[in-house]
């Protein structure tokens, strides 16, 4: 028998150096230089007032390099961010072992609203400094991002007072049918579980109208009235890869150098179109006379291509008809795959071809099914038959037969991908 050198997976103890985690030529090194010597984060330390009393805080230093790593890594929500402070030997190196709480973290990025474009700002000048805008061309591109808030509670104040009715005539229908209950002499008493429903349709129709009287009226540039919403009034309902969603277009100019983001914004609305204007602006301190402005299709607008021209800003957006007199994408469509004619249809007994003679059937798709065995019973007792192709199974079980999917090939060398269910033949 072979000797192997024996493994130890007990408790080590191992010193540790943290200033030492934090490597030359890394992110994490970069950004706790940054941090600590070139931005001034003042405006960051006047929200304390605990030099005499109070409990200690969170130095804000260490809590934005923290945010920055992680956000670089991926990590977004406040409590995967303090998982890795108290297991992540490069996150307790640049915090110096403070290890804060979630809360903690989700407190000092809800906080930092007013102070994020000055940081910003700062980043962009050292960033500048260091060659790393080039100021030949700007990309701008946008997503769309969800919101905390419920699709429900949107509308204009037309469709929210509309809304308030609704939620008042659902009440009053089910204390309609306590009322009914009663009244026939019902034995169980009024259920507390719709005394409650019926209290929290009466305060939701209240908080809607408290709502649309004093909040004002979103518009839009034409003067048309935008929905608002309840829970979260700057976002906006907006079509998006995922359907419909509650939430806000946010868009970034990046400089094609060295990919630095040189300006971002985002707005509860869903047409980008109306942010082409403001995002140039943002870029502005950082571009010539010569820097080229590129967008997609969903930046283009007359109103766009007017301003561009008007302000003599170089400028490229594709419009929505590009690809069909672009000459390149010229018969593009040969290439596409045609599709499964059979695929997605559903098929009954009646669309297949059955043979006594050899107890073989044959499938939409000209393949031959073999049956072998007869009629069987289900556990439930319902009477089923079997028919095999290649390698799979085709069941027939009662009552209603219907083949889901198809995946035969030509010559009998693939398997035949129906499921059936239905009475036996």
Same mark, same amino acid.
């Given at each position: ?14 010193? @540790? @150096?943290?200033?030492?985690?934090? /490597? ?10 940054? /941090? ?7 405006? *960051? ?7 005499? %009393? ?80 080039? $100021? ?6 946008? #997503?769309? &991002? ?5 699709? +429900? ?23 309609? *049918? ?18 409650? $429903? ?5 305060? +939701? ?6 709502? /649309? ?12 009235? &935008? ?18 969603? =509650?939430?806000?277009?946010? =868009?970034?100019? /990046? ?25 140039? +602006? ?10 080229? #402005? ?7 607008? !007359? ?14 957006? %594709? !419009? ?19 599709? !499964?004619? *059979? ?23 000209? =393949? ?16 089923? =038959? ?15 037969? $219907? ?11 693939? #398997? ?8 036996? $033949?």
């Amino acid at each position: 028998m072979p000797r192997y050198k024996p493994s130890d997976h007990h408790a080590l103890m191992l010193p @540790v @150096v943290l200033s030492e985690q934090i /490597v030359p030529g890394s992110f994490a090194f970069a950004l706790n230089y940054l /941090v600590d010597h070139e931005l001034d984060l003042t405006p *960051l330390d006047a929200r304390f007032r605990n030099d005499t %009393t109070g409990a200690s805080a969170f130095d804000p230093r260490v809590m934005l390099k923290i945010v920055l790593l992680a956000y670089s890594q991926g990590l977004i929500s406040s409590r995967s961010i303090a998982a890795a402070c108290e297991r992540n030997v490069q996150f307790i190196a640049i915090s110096g072992d403070s290890r804060p709480s979630h809360a903690h973290i989700a407190k000092f990025v809800a906080s930092l609203s007013d102070q994020i474009k000055p940081l910003f700002s700062q980043v962009l000048m050292t960033c500048d400094a260091q060659g790393l805008i080039g $100021r030949e061309m700007f990309a701008i591109d946008g #997503v769309k &991002l969800p919101s905390n808030a419920s699709k +429900e509670r949107s509308g204009t104040h037309e469709e929210l007072r509309h809304r308030a009715d609704r939620l008042d005539k659902a009440a009053d229908k089910i204390l309609t *049918l306590h009322q009914a209950q009663d009244k026939a002499g019902a034995q169980e008493p009024v259920e507390a579980k719709r005394q409650a $429903r019926i209290g929290d349709l009466r305060q +939701e129709a209240a908080r809607t109208r408290d709502f /649309v009287a004093n909040s004002p009226k979103r518009l839009n540039r034409k003067g048309q009235e &935008l929905r608002s919403n309840m829970t979260d009034s700057d976002s906006a309902k907006m079509a998006s890869n995922n359907g419909v969603i =509650q939430g806000y277009a946010a =868009q970034a100019a /990046v400089d094609s150098a060295h990919q630095i983001i040189i300006a971002a914004d985002m707005v509860g609305s869903g047409s980008e179109q109306t942010m082409l204007t403001p995002m140039i +602006e943002q870029a502005k301190p950082w571009s010539d006379a010569n820097t080229l #402005v590129t967008a997609d299709a969903g930046c283009h607008s !007359d109103a766009n291509v007017q301003q561009l021209h008007d302000s003599d800003t170089p400028a490229l957006i %594709t !419009d929505g008809q590009m690809r069909k007199r672009d000459e390149r994408f010229e018969g593009r469509d040969k290439h596409r795959a045609k599709p !499964d004619p *059979l695929q997605g249809k559903q098929f009954r007994p009646k669309d297949f071809r059955f043979k006594d003679t050899d107890n073989t059937a044959t499938c939409p798709a000209g =393949q031959i099914l073999i049956s072998r065995g007869g009629i069987h019973r289900s556990a439930s007792g319902q009477p089923y =038959q079997t028919w095999k192709a290649a390698i799979q199974l085709i069941s027939a079980m009662n009552p209603a037969t $219907r083949f889901d999917r198809h995946s035969c090939a030509p010559e009998g060398r693939s #398997v035949c991908g129906f499921w059936v269910t239905g009475q036996p $033949r």
